[in-house]
């Protein structure tokens, strides 16, 4: 039989999964939704009554063409016949096994890190699992979560072993999550081939329609997919062709943004958003983000001002925004600060995609997982890095993510995992007035919510229209210091959406300071 892993249903016969309902037809009825594969795993059964049910599964797998595979009992598949086995760590080595299976038998083996992956695919594994992608009841033992970030660091690590291995995911998959693992995992030269299912299939109260759907969305890429732009040999000179044009286009859309932002700054960013055409909402409510991401959007994470209800409200508008592929921009503030802070930069990563991830350098290293210094509030702190340094950082972060970071400062770094642009407009007074850092993830929101052909574009748009507005506000004769900035500022942006609505635009001619960064 082929091996396809592609919705690889792992069975699990505890009451608060099974939920009275009778094993095999269970597995029949996901078999008829679609299931490629099907591991039968019962841990506390007896032996005999093990190959009673492996014998009655197998029966219907083989009638459906689908291989059977016998959770870490060599035995039980050697009993019934299964197609193969699948083997844990603490489990029957793979050469042992091999000794005791047919020679074509499938062998699978769990794998938690690059040295376990390497090891199984050198002893002469079919396939991989690669887990935990992230917490779940069903799995007690793991050794750690992955997340899509572990798992595509070790997709990467066996890219090259030379064997065309097959890769499965598992832990924690659901429908609402099947399609950013498969998406946001993939590495530059390996992705997964499919994803294992447990209690979103088995506990299912239609095993088959679940089965059916899960089908659908590992086929389907997620509706914010997308695949960055490589550099052009004029890659500066191109973007800023098309800037005024973006800029243009956001104003005359006039783009809904929902801001679930701290309360701070709340006031003032909204005013940004009038100034630039934009049409803010301050809500930090999740359940109202089914609604609001009908208007087609974008959502703005900013954790300034955590408590315990933000994380939950962000996940629900999180998940709302994901499933119609609408911009979300993260702003992690003071990620670094305290431990319920990085708490929650580990919750919402694993929660969701993010289109845009937007902050200091500090911030943006807590995200990436880069550092382990504590960050003084809410201050990006002494930055320990060059210019190159920083390029590279953000670079990484959003080819890991498949995204587009920005990584602020006196010099702005832009990536989208393949270009880096550094942009050096803005003026000093953005440092000294607060809401002025938050405001640009709502400002890249405006960007990224009208046009998403190129995200990097996008955000890069918006930043030159905010920061060039800074420039000309603080040259006014009446701009003494940062009160009378903030009104110069609002008038600013709001000249450049007027002009930019008559196609004029003598407002951005010669001013942007940009350069690409080649890495």
Known sequence: MPLD??????????????????????????????????????????????????????????????????????????????EGVHLGQDDMYIAEAKQLLPKDAIIGITASSIEEAQKAIEAGADYLGIGTMFATSTKTNTKNILG????????????????????????????SNVQRVLYQAKAPRKGLDGVAIVSAIVGADDPRAAAEEFVKRVNTPPTFAWEPKAPRANETSALLEEVPQIV???VKAHPLVHNMINYV????????????????????????????????????????????ESVPNYLKAIKSYNERGNPVIYDPVGAAATHIRRGAVNELMRG???????????????????????????????????????????????????????????????????????????????GQVTGTGCA????????????????????????????????????????????????????????????????????FVGRAKIQEIRL
């Open 352 to 430: 969701g995609y993010f289109d845009l991830i937007k902050g200091n350098e500090g911030e943006i290293k807590q995200v990436s997982g880069t550092s382990n210094t504590v960050q003084r509030g809410v201050d990006s702190g002494p930055s320990s890095l060059d210019g190159r340094e920083k390029a590279t950082l953000a670079r990484d972060l959003a080819r890991r993510e498949r995204n587009v970071v920005l990584l602020t400062g006196a010099v702005d770094y832009l990536s989208d995992g393949e270009r880096v642009i550094a942009v050096e407009n803005g003026h000093e007074y953005l």
């Open 265 to 308: 700054v709340a006031n003032f960013v909204a005013n940004i958003a009038l100034s630039m055409g934009a049409s803010p909402i301050m809500s930090p409510y999740g359940e109202e983000a089914a609604d609001l991401a009908k208007f087609d959007g974008a959502l703005v994470i900013n954790m300034g001002t955590l408590n315990s």
């Open 5 to 82: 892993l592609s919705v690889y249903l792992v069975t699990d016969s505890t009451p608060a999964i099974l939920k009275g309902q009778d094993l095999c037809t269970v597995v029949e009825e996901a078999l008829k939704g679609g299931v490629t594969l099907v591991q039968y795993r019962d841990k506390k059964s007896d032996t005999g009554d093990l190959i009673k049910t492996a014998k009655a599964l197998h029966k219907i797998t083989q009638a459906y063409g689908v291989p059977l595979l016998i959770n870490d009992r060599v035995d039980v598949a050697l009993a019934v016949g299964a």
């Open 440 to 507: 640009v993830g709502m400002v890249s929101g405006c960007f990224l919510a009208t046009h998403r052909s190129d995200k990097l574009l996008a955000v890069l748009a918006g930043i030159l229209m905010y920061e060039i507005a800074a420039e000309n506000a603080a040259s006014k004769d009446y701009v003494r210091g940062p009160g009378s900035f903030v009104p110069a500022f609002l008038d600013e942006l709001y000249a450049i959406r007027q002009a930019a609505l008559k196609g004029d635009d003598s407002w």
């Open 148 to 175: 899509t970030a572990g798992t595509q660091t070790i997709l990467e690590a066996i890219s090259d072993s030379g064997r065309n291995v097959g890769t499965v995911a598992i832990g924690g998959i659901s429908l």
């Open 248 to 250: 243009q286009k956001m």
